[in-house]
């Protein structure tokens, strides 16, 4: 079965400093994988999203940056982090040209607050 | 791009019916999903429609008319662990099947 794993699930950073989120996913390949962000009161918002290894599409300018450097792993950046970065990250994954009546697997999430 | 309103905030009655609309407007539509979130959580799958219509699912039931970009959750027979919010998103085949989610709507739920 499949299975996507989300670190960590809190973190609280200081202003300038530099993020990393990592998400796997595990018992597939070649997954779709989405990077999104819940700000306190407002709804999710999608980031990033991957089609393939190292492809990767932005959905809004930011701060932020995403890698893909394996199949089934999705890496969030920022080398300065802002205050306005503090949110709720989701990971999710769906099969490559997704078409089920399910939608996304999402992973457990990550709280960051930025200090 | 999408334009995805739903109500900001709904109050309702445990044992009573709710209703949630949600409108959109979208170039590659490709199903419209509904999602529960309670706080502090990740959203869980709650309902599909691809097609016109209306699909049940036990209390909850979900319709769509794609001609006018309109869908709603029913929810019947509240119940307290309802109180939660409910997103509406539609999937967009130009974004590599990415969801697009509305702003959710806070549902209490009250004795």
């Known amino acids: 079965s499949q299975t996507i794993h989300q670190w960590p699930a809190t973190l609280v950073q200081p202003v300038g400093s530099p993020l990393s989120l990592e998400c796997t996913v595990e018992?597939?390949?070649?997954?779709?994988l989405y990077w999104y962000r819940q700000a306190a009161g407002r709804g999710l918002q999608l980031l990033f999203y991957?089609?393939?290894?190292?492809?990767i599409s932005s959905e809004v300018p930011q701060n932020l940056s995403a890698s893909r450097p394996q199949d089934r792993q999705f890496i969030l950046s920022s080398k300065k982090l802002l205050l306005s970065d503090s949110g709720f990250y989701l990971c999710?994954?769906?099969?490559?040209?997704?078409?089920?009546?399910?939608?996304?697997?999402f992973g457990s999430g990550t709280r960051l607050t930025v200090v | 791009g999408q334009n995805i309103d739903q109500p900001t905030e709904m109050t309702a009655t445990e044992g009573a019916i709710v209703q949630i609309n949600c409108t959109y407007q979208?170039?590659?539509?490709?199903?419209l999903f509904w999602y529960q979130q309670h706080a502090g959580e990740a959203p869980t799958f709650l309902s599909y429609?691809?097609?016109?219509g209306l699909e049940e699912k036990g209390r909850f039931s979900s319709f769509l008319s794609r001609s006018k970009g309109y869908s709603y959750l029913l929810l019947k027979e509240l119940q307290m662990k309802d109180s939660a919010s409910y997103l509406c998103?539609?999937?967009?085949?130009?974004?590599?099947?990415?969801?697009?989610f509305g702003k959710g709507t806070s549902l209490l739920v009250t004795p």
């Open positions: 991957s089609v393939g290894i190292g492809q």
């Open positions: 979208t170039s590659g539509f490709n199903g």
């Open positions: 429609n691809v097609l016109d």
């Open positions: 018992g597939t390949s070649n997954p779709n």
């Open positions: 998103a539609v999937r967009d085949i130009g974004s590599g099947y990415a969801l697009n």
């Open positions: 999710a994954w769906s099969p490559w040209g997704d078409r089920r009546s399910y939608g996304y697997t």
